[in-house]
């Protein structure tokens, strides 16, 4: 499994997020998660960057990651969603992080409020 290409550092890593909006489901997810009043915020400007990774979300206390998707868009690239998790689990847990994946179909209160509490 060969990465071609050069490395970028933290900081232009944030420079090419910058130029990206959140996308509608970041927005729901952050919507839900302010209405429900749990401890995460966006982060996936690169405010916070684990191991060259940028989360979606992380707690606001403590090293648990989160990051929402469309199960669609992560099967066309990445040698498929499974490996994309597995890849994000072994990178983060590594760094003493918990992540938490959200797909589009568990973007809801009931499952938010089950999954991360309150």
């Known amino acids: 499994n060969v990465k071609l290409g050069r490395k970028l550092t933290p900081e232009q ?41 940028v989360p979606d979300f992380v707690h606001k206390n403590k090293k648990i990651a989160v990051e929402v998707y469309y199960r669609k868009h992560k099967e066309m690239f990445r040698n498929g969603l499974e490996v994309w998790k597995a890849d994000r689990i072994k990178i983060f847990n590594q760094e003493g992080w918990k992540i938490i994946f959200f797909d589009e179909t568990q973007v809801n209160e009931n499952t938010v409020k089950s999954v991360l509490g309150n």
Not at 19 to 47: A, D, H, M, T
């Open 13 to 53: 890593i944030k420079k090419c997020l910058r130029r990206n909006p959140k996308s509608s489901l970041e927005i729901k997810f952050e919507n839900l998660i302010k209405q429900i009043g749990l401890p995460y915020k966006f982060v996936g400007n690169g405010e916070v960057i684990v191991a060259r990774k």
